[in-house]
């Protein structure tokens, strides 16, 4: 199983992106899937997750400003970002909670991440 992502880049503050994570691979089923984020210098943080039934959780930082949603026909999870802040530069990562077959366990899976930069 593999995770891509994509969708990020150099934005001005106050501007919006749209990151995008594809999952492949020998899938049965997808649960939660997430979005997380890691500046320089600073710890892995979570940034929204949803769930299988598009529950969705977000971090107080970004919660009015960013929606995530997923798109189960096409493994994907999307994070929509809007009203961007300098504070928000960090390489984002997409996470799944996959089963590979019915009867094995799922692990979590983890994209090779996406740089976000805002600029002020």
């Known amino acids: 199983v593999q995770l891509q992502a994509s969708g990020g880049g150099l934005v001005q503050a106050g501007g919006s992106l749209r990151l995008s994570c594809v999952a492949s691979g020998i899938i049965f089923r997808i649960n939660d899937m997430g979005w997380y984020r890691q500046a320089p210098g600073k710890q892995r943080e979570l940034v929204a997750t949803i769930t299988s039934g598009d529950r969705t959780n977000y971090a107080d930082s970004v919660k009015g400003r960013c929606t995530i949603s997923r798109d189960n026909a096409k493994n994907t999870v999307y994070l929509q970002m809007n009203s961007l802040k300098p504070e928000d530069t960090a390489v984002y990562y997409c996470?799944?909670?996959?089963?590979?077959?019915?009867?094995?366990?799922?692990?979590?899976?983890w994209g090779r991440g996406t740089q976000v930069t805002v600029s002020s």
């Open positions: 996470t799944a909670d996959i089963l590979r077959r019915w009867g094995d366990s799922s692990y979590d899976y």
